[in-house]
Nanobody
Framework: QVQLVESGGGLVQPGGSLRLSCAAS????????MGWYRQAPGKQRELVAA???????NYADSVQGRFTISRDNAKNTVYLQMNSLKPEDTAVYYC????????????????WGQGTQVTVSS
């Protein structure tokens, strides 16, 4: 059984910061690209940032320079440091793993966490 468990969401004022974490649990051998997506009410889910297993990163234009994605492969954990938050960053943030390879060789493609709410408001 594999789970992606997000934490760190909450309510923050504009200009503030939050740090999201996503820990993958289970008998995992390796996880390929991990990322953060978000979905605001009435909008489609969109990619916020992604990071490969070797640390190559990719960001949405709207968060470039404000958000930083990182990961700890030993802990199967990905982080999203969000600074200078704006009201338009308000959304449910989802952790995603492109491919999880288990110790026994089984593969779990396209894996999602349950989401964590981020609200930016004064």
């Amino acid at each position: 059984q594999v789970q992606l468990v997000e934490s760190g969401g909450g309510l923050v004022q504009p200009g503030g910061s939050l740090r999201l974490s996503c820990a993958a649990s289970g008998s995992i051998f390796v996880i390929t690209t991990m990322g953060w997506y978000r979905q605001a009410p009435g909008k489609q889910r969109e990619l916020v940032a992604a990071i490969t297993s070797r640390g190559r990163t990719n960001y949405a234009d709207s968060v470039q320079g404000r958000f930083t994605i990182s990961r700890d492969n030993a802990k199967n954990t990905v982080y999203l440091q969000m600074n200078s938050l704006k009201p338009e960053d308000t959304a449910v943030y989802y952790c995603h793993a492109d491919l999880i390879i288990m110790l026994g060789g089984n593969q779990r493609p396209d894996y999602w966490g349950q989401g964590t709410q981020v609200t930016v408001s004064s």
